[in-house]
């Protein structure tokens, strides 16, 4: 099942940039669903989940800076990323978790037994 993710791009620091996914498969609203992202040279990291209920989850680097969010009538989740700093570039990957739940960190997007991932979007931060 693939997620396709939308919205990267290159921004100055301090800017801010909204990433999308979707899938035609299942409604990402009434899943867990969630956003890692892969600096280069690093593992993926567990940015933000959202949960059926809406509940939210943020790492700590970014909190106060990302919003998670659902469309329920565009089956849509967004990450909405605001003062942005250069170690937030990465690529982005949005990820519906797998029978294991929620991992911290992964060696790679396909590598965490999860249930969906997509192909990716670059973010980039110049200083």
């Known amino acids: 099942v693939e997620l396709v993710e939308s919205g990267g791009g290159s921004v100055q620091a301090g800017g801010s940039l909204r990433l999308s996914c979707t899938t035609s498969e299942f409604s990402v609203v009434d899943s867990d669903m969630g956003w890692y992202r892969q600096a280069p040279g690093n593992g993926c990291e567990l940015v933000s989940t959202?949960?059926?209920?809406?509940?939210?989850w943020y790492a700590d680097s970014v909190k106060g800076r990302f919003t998670i969010s659902q469309d329920n009538a565009k089956n849509m989740i967004y990450l909405q990323m605001n003062s942005l700093k250069p170690e937030d570039a990465a690529v982005y990957y949005c990820?519906?978790?797998?029978?294991?739940?929620?991992?911290?960190?992964?060696?790679?997007?396909?590598?965490?037994?999860?249930?969906?991932w997509g192909r990716g979007t670059l973010v980039s931060v110049s200083s």
């Open positions: 959202i949960s059926g209920d809406g509940s939210t």
């Open positions: 990820a519906r978790p797998g029978p294991v739940g929620w991992v911290r960190t992964l060696p790679g997007i396909s590598l965490g037994r999860l249930y969906a």
